[in-house]
Each structure stands twice: as structure tokens, then as C-alpha cells.
């Protein structure tokens, strides 16, 4: 029988995650800190990350132990079906063979439990009683609101305003599970007061809310910070991910030719695609294509410069490709995708060449998820649905050259709370924006001041 969806047991979980810092071209650039600019050490760290996390940060160790009380959570839903999507070839009309990675089966709808779950844990060792964090849509705030509450952790969100009142979905899930959440920027913090007070109209964005989580974190000790993207510890627990699609790829017979995944922080598509990279390093012949929205160009269109993480200044600074920390989504996007910078081990793979990036307006993204609901069922988040863009645009490619390529998309989450993006898709209501340069070359210009020298 022709199957449609390879499986493995419980049993053939992996039980370690891949950590790729050793495996990299070249070292990567130390973070440093916002006031000195020298590199940071654990104990800058300290006041927000447990040391557990901080040592995975810049571990050099390949593989490192999937704790046994983390597993026991990633098998409610792990792990996850790799499907073959034969009714969208027969769509496409390629001889490409389309897989993808389900991971929307995950309680919250995403890959994002993968990391809250590893990072509520470690933090609950460390006698943490409560994580702050921040959210755009709500997917991260849902996955980390779900790992507090199976730890018996607190859990605070600072959701970015706009989507606090548009999406108030994802905000239920947040409360079921017993999470506090805000509409950032608030008068809670500092750097929120500070913002409100520059731009009281402000719709938020992803670097405001970081900023007042972090300072949540950091002016309380019981309170630790938690990030669902960019840094390194977060790559590595998304690493299940394709260290499951490597078992099911060989189970089925198959070698991947083209690897893709959409990018807002980097960690979907890190986790996913890392564990093939030391295989196309030995030689393989294999295209790792990155796709991010044209309203978001991160790394086709940002500076490989040192940039803050969030809008004031307060976390370290990354060398990173970015649009500038005070880079403010346009409200039309409804695409998700909106972080500022992206994954520095992401980007450093980018800029080495061995990953490719692409961008994509909205509609075109959106058209190739409604073909994807259509043929394959599921509805794609509106991120997912760039991953899915790029694997149509892939096959047919292949249609036009007659080559069977193996493709295998990163199916990151569903959009069952991302309805009304798909309302607005249909009454044509997306505009299909393209960030300017001289937005970009204007946001450009408040990058930390020492690299201009
Ligand atoms: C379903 C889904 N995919 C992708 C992303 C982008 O994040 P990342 O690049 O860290 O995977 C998000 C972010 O919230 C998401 O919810």
C-alpha cells in the first residue's frame, strides 16, 4: 500500500537533542553585553536564564540528553507523523515527492512546545516559580502557558497589543492553561511606560514585548525570562524535530533533496533542517531554502550587523541579520513572521552560503495554503504557509524539468486562530506589501554604534 504517513513509536523518540555549535564552519560571534560591549559571561545571564540553559547556550557537545520528565511530556504528541502529500503532487502534477513534518499535532497547535516544555523544566529545577515572556500572535504564549501548567510554574505574557485584542483566541488557550497575559506595550515596566510614553498609539510589536519581559525577569528573583526563538538553546530542543524526519525520511527510502521551512526567529526551521546540515557540509547534494515574508526580508534584505534583541537595549546584542531593533511591522501583514532579527546560528549558516534565503508576498503565500487545505486537509498556519509556498514553487519547478526531486517542508503549526487572516485573503482585503529601502536603510541606522567606526 502506497502509504501517506510514516510513523514511529514512542519507543523511537529520539532521546538526545542535535546541538550543531561544533559542526558549524566557523565559530560563532560571542553575544555582547548591551552597556559594555564585551562578550557576555554565564553570570551576565544569570539574573534571567537558569544555568542549565545557559550552559546549553554555548555547549560544544554534539548531542545533548533529552531529560526523562521532558520526554515524558514531548509523548503526548510525539512522535509526530511525517506525511506524504500526494494529493497535492497529483494537484501540482510534478514528479516531485512532497513530504512534510506535521507539527501541528502538538497540543498548542505548533513546534513551539518542543522548546517551552525543555525550558519550563529547567527553570523548574532551578526553583523558579514563575516565567515571563513575550508573544505576537499567541502561539509562543500558548506553548509556554501549556508547559507551565504541566511544571506547576507561573506563567506571565506580554502580548503584542494588536494582536491581544485581534486574536483573542490564543489568549483563552493562555488563560485555560493559567497564564497572566497583558497587552504590551503596558504600564507595568519601565520600558513599557517609556514607549507609551513615546508613542502612546503604538499597536506593539515583538522587540517591546521583549523588553518588558525581560525586565519583568530581571527586577524579580523568583522570575526567569524564557525566549521562543533566536537563541541557541532554542534551536537545539527544536532539533526533535528533524532528527524525527531523518529517521522517517530513511524509513521510507528516501534522501531529502530540498529542505524548507518559513523563518520568524529561525527555531521551526533550525530544529528541522540542523541535523541534515552536517550531511550537505560532507558533500550531499541538498537546498536548504529559508523562506520569510517580503514585509519582513530579515535575511535577504537586513544588515549582517550586531543588533539588540528587543527595542530598548537591554538583552545582548547578536550578530545577526536584522532590519534594526526598532523595526515596527506594517499593520496590513498578516503573515506572522515579524521578528526584527533572526536565530544568530541561522543567520551565520546564511551568510556562510550554506542555507538559502527567500521572501514572499502575502497573497501569493496564502493562495498556496488555500491549495494546501484543498487538497491535503490541513489548514497551514499563515507562517506555515510560506514553507508551503516555497515547496509548491519547487515542485513545479520540476514539473517543468521532469526531475523527481524529493522535497520536505517543515509543517510548523495549523490556523485554526488565524481564521480571520484567511477571511481577510479571501475578500481579497491582503495588500501585498514591500518593506521599502529606505525604511529598511533608515531603521538600519540605529544599529549599536561601535561597528560603524
Ligand atoms: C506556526 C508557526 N510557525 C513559525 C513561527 C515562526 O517562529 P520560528 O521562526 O521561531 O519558528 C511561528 C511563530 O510564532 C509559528 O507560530
Redesign the pocket.
Known amino acids: 500500500m502506497d502509504a501517506y504517513k510514516i510513523l514511529l513509536s514512542e519507543a523511537e523518540m529520539p532521546q538526545e537533542w542535535y546541538n550543531i555549535q561544533p559542526d558549524l564552519p566557523r565559530p560563532l560571534p560571542p553575544y555582547l553585553h548591551p552597556a559594555t560591549g564585551e562578550p557576555v559571561g554565564p553570570q551576565d545571564l544569570a539574573p534571567i536564564f537558569p544555568m542549565e540553559l545557559i550552559q546549553q547556550e554555548v555547549s560544544q557537545e554534539r548531542f545533548i540528553p533529552i531529560p526523562d520528565e521532558v520526554r515524558r511530556i514531548y509523548q503526548l504528541w510525539r512522535p509526530t507523523p511525517l506525511h506524504r502529500a500526494r494529493r497535492l503532487e497529483a494537484a501540482l502534477k510534478t514528479p516531485a515527492r512532497i513530504y512534510y513534518k506535521n507539527e501541528a499535532v502538538s497540543p498548542a497547535g505548533?513546534?513551539?512546545p518542543n522548546t517551552a516544555v525543555a525550558q519550563a523544566y529547567y527553570n523548574k529545577v532551578a526553583g523558579i516559580k514563575r516565567l515571563a515572556t513575550e508573544t505576537?500572535?499567541g502561539?509562543?504564549g500558548s506553548a509556554l502557558a501549556l508547559a507551565c501548567n504541566f511544571f506547576g510554574l507561573e506563567c506571565t505574557v506580554y502580548m503584542v497589543k494588536v494582536s491581544y485584542y485581534q486574536k483573542p483566541y490564543r489568549r483563552s488557550l493562555m488563560h485555560i492553561w493559567g497564564a497572566d497575559v497583558y497587552p504590551s506595550p503596558t504600564d507595568r515596566t519601565e520600558a513599557g511606560r517609556k514607549i507609551l510614553a513615546q508613542t502612546p498609539d503604538t499597536f506593539g510589536s515583538l522587540g517591546m514585548a521583549i523588553s518588558e519581559a525581560v525586565e519583568d525577569a530581571a527586577t524579580h528573583a523568583d522570575t526567569n525570562y524564557a525566549l521562543?526563538?533566536v537563541l541557541n538553546h532554542v534551536m537545539l530542543h527544536q532539533t526533535i524535530v528533524g532528527l524525527e524526519t531523518k529517521k522517517q525520511l530513511a524509513l521510507a527510502g528516501e534522501k531529502p533533496d530540498v529542505l524548507i521551512g518559513?523563518?520568524?526567529?529561525?527555531?521551526?526551521?533550525a530544529g528541522f533542517c540542523f541535523p541534515f546540515v552536517p550531511d550537505k557540509l560532507k558533500g550531499q547534494d541538498l537546498k536548504i531554502i529559508a523562506v520569510e515574508p517580503t514585509a519582513c526580508p530579515t535575511l535577504t534584505k537586513g544588515a549582517y550587523a550586531y543588533d539588540f534583541g528587543d527595542t530598548v537595549g537591554l538583552t545582548p546584542m547578536i550578530m545577526m541579520y536584522t532590519l534594526g531593533h526598532s523595526f515596527v511591522p506594517p499593520g496590513i501583514h498578516a503573515g506572522?513572521?515579524r521578528y526584527h532579527g533572526d536565530a544568530p546560528l541561522l543567520c551565520l549558516l546564511v551568510h556562510e552560503g550554506v542555507i538559502e534565503a527567500r521572501a514572499y508576498p502575502q497573497n501569493p503565500v496564502f493562495d498556496a495554503a488555500r491549495l494546501f487545505a484543498q487538497t491535503e486537509g490541513i489548514i497551514p498556519?499563515p507562517?506555515?504557509a510560506h514553507a508551503v509556498k516555497a515547496a509548491v514553487d519547487e515542485a513545479g519547478r520540476c514539473r517543468e524539468t521532469g526531475e523527481a526531486k524529493v522535497i520536505v517542508l517543515n509543517f510548523?503549526?495549523h490556523g485554526h486562530f488565524d481564521l480571520a487572516a484567511y477571511d481577510a485573503y479571501l475578500e481579497k482585503k491582503l495588500e501585498d506589501y514591500e518593506l521599502p529601502e529606505e525604511l529598511i536603510k533608515k531603521a538600519l541606522e540605529d544599529l549599536p554604534q561601535f561597528q560603524k567606526k
Open positions: 505548533s513546534h513551539k505576537g500572535a502561539q509562543w521562543g526563538s518559513c523563518v520568524g526567529g529561525g527555531s521551526n526551521f506572522g513572521l498556519a507562517e506555515t510548523s503549526g
